[in-house]
């Protein structure tokens, strides 16, 4: 697509604010190739590429967005209300379910719909090492263990032929998290829950719009989770969301999100009386009012997120040492929360993972070594030696160490070594930025020894 011709197909699908400024070079086709742009950054040499170069995130457009949000803040009417109850109908519309329910973060959803799955104290939930600290803390938080089954290095995920060897007495559920907004084996582990009569709840935080076999991601189970954190495929600041088939699950999500308060019955209904016991975790006008302006770019950045990934990855498995991740057959489409590749030092002349990504920093390419182990965190252990555990297991159900043997993950602590993750925003650049980001590994590639030299002497 030509610049111009592209940035009008961008401002059409609001991919780009009218802040993202396309740097000049970029309607003239490729940057200039000076002999300065051959030297990595690092070593002195010039980088091809500027901060402005990545669509900056997150995306608000003055004049399409602001009026929905303007008419909720005159309206006084702040508390769910209409915009909330607009912004659920939409989202499960989105995702093809019956039901949908905001609350106030990704979190919450996942500890209401662990809560109200009538998971608790006893029982053991499966899921991945490999995810955000918060599908763990939901479980733990519902007074149940975590029992973490290790990854497939090549798609991040878990991996679905290690699932029945953790499968116990106590097993009640799976955590299918579907990290990295790439779908997780889902057809295989649907099966093994139907085998096992497990319950199964789909942390989809990090991709909505993703599918298998034409399928959204989070309306498998029980319940699909989603996250509206500010970096997330849809930003809000805060905010999260549940979607079920189940009505009387929903029902039940429902008024524990408000009180206990019988189902629909939001702000103003004093006399109305609880039923059940509920906590408060509703969702504002306010924010469904950002979520709605944000929703309406979420099926074109999506498209683009799946055409550059595609890209970037077919260009950068030509690069020895980087692998890039894979799709299991099923999935239909990803949602690229982000970009994952697995970096091998040993292709780069044994230059370390962190001074490769100081490399490729340097060359204006941000990027991460993302997510640490979290099966040997301390907060585990503090969970397991708390006065609230200790009254809900016994001392030999919460013995630590075997716990720890038990759950040991070394695929996933060797992938917490290796993995290169850039965010979901630079899926949002051109072809060409996708060109320039395997121009500069490529580069850090042929110039390895000498980059190692000066960085580790
Ligand atoms: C972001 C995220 C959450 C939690 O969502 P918040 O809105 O930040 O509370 C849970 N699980 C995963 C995989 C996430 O990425």
């Known amino acids: 697509m030509k610049s111009a011709k592209r940035r009008q197909f961008l401002m059409q699908s609001g991919i780009l604010s009218a802040a993202a400024v396309i740097p000049s070079w970029q309607k003239k086709g490729f940057p200039p190739r000076s002999s300065n742009q051959q030297i990595p950054a690092i070593l002195g040499g010039k980088s091809t590429i500027k901060a402005e170069n990545w669509v900056k995130w997150p995306i608000w457009d003055k004049e399409n967005d602001e009026k929905i949000l303007l008419e909720v803040m005159r309206s006084g009417v702040w508390s769910r209300a209409q915009t909330v109850n607009l912004f659920e109908k939409e989202w499960a519309k989105t995702i093809g379910t019956s039901r949908c329910l905001t609350v106030v973060n990704g979190t919450q959803a996942l500890t209401v719909a662990i809560n109200q799955a009538h998971l608790g104290p006893g029982d053991e939930i499966l899921v991945t090492p490999y995810t955000f600290v918060a599908s763990i803390q939901a479980i733990l938080a519902n007074g149940c263990i975590p029992v973490f089954v290790d990854i497939n290095p090549e798609t991040f995920q878990m ?29 295989h582990l649907l099966e093994i829950a139907k085998k096992h009569q497990l319950i199964v709840i789909e942390d989809a935080c990090q991709a909505p719009l993703a599918e298998i076999n034409h399928q959204q991601i989070g309306s498998f189970g029980l319940a699909g989770c989603f996250s509206f954190q500010n970096s997330k495929n849809i930003a809000i600041g805060e905010g999260g969301a549940i979607v079920s088939n189940d009505h009387g699950f929903m029902d039940r999500c429902y008024s524990f999100h408000n009180l206990g308060l ?73 949602a690229f929360h982000l970009f994952p590749f697995r970096y091998n030092p040993s292709e780069f002349k044994g230059l370390s993972r962190a001074h490769f990504l100081q490399a490729l920093q340097a060359e204006g390419v941000p990027c991460s070594g993302g997510y640490t182990a979290l099966n040997t965190q301390v907060f585990i252990q503090e969970a397991f030696e708390s006065k609230h555990f200790k009254k809900l297991y016994t001392e030999e159900e919460l013995t630590y160490s075997t716990y720890m043997n038990q759950n040991q993950c070394p695929l996933n602590d060797q992938l917490c070594q290796e993995a290169v993750w850039f965010t979901q925003n630079l899926l949002l650049g051109s072809k060409e930025d996708m060109d320039l980001i395997f121009q500069s590994i490529q580069k850090i590639h042929r110039e390895a020894e000498s980059i190692k030299k000066k960085l580790q002497p």
Request: glycine share 6%; aromatic share 6%; with cysteine.
């Open 159 to 187: 991996d679905t032929l290690k699932v029945e060897a953790k499968i116990s007495k106590r097993t009640k559920a799976i955590l299918a998290v579907h990290i990295l907004g790439l779908p997780c084996d889902m057809v």
């Open 262 to 334: 019988p189902f629909g019955i939001a702000t103003g209904s004093i006399n109305s009386g609880s039923f059940m016991q509920g906590t408060k975790v509703r969702f504002t006008e306010y924010q469904a009012a950002i979520g709605l302006a944000q929703l309406a770019r979420l099926e074109s950045q999506t498209q683009v997120r799946n055409e550059r990934a595609a890209y970037l990855s077919s260009l950068l498995k030509n690069i020895p040492g980087i692998l890039p991740y894979q799709l299991y057959p099923s999935v239909t489409r990803a």
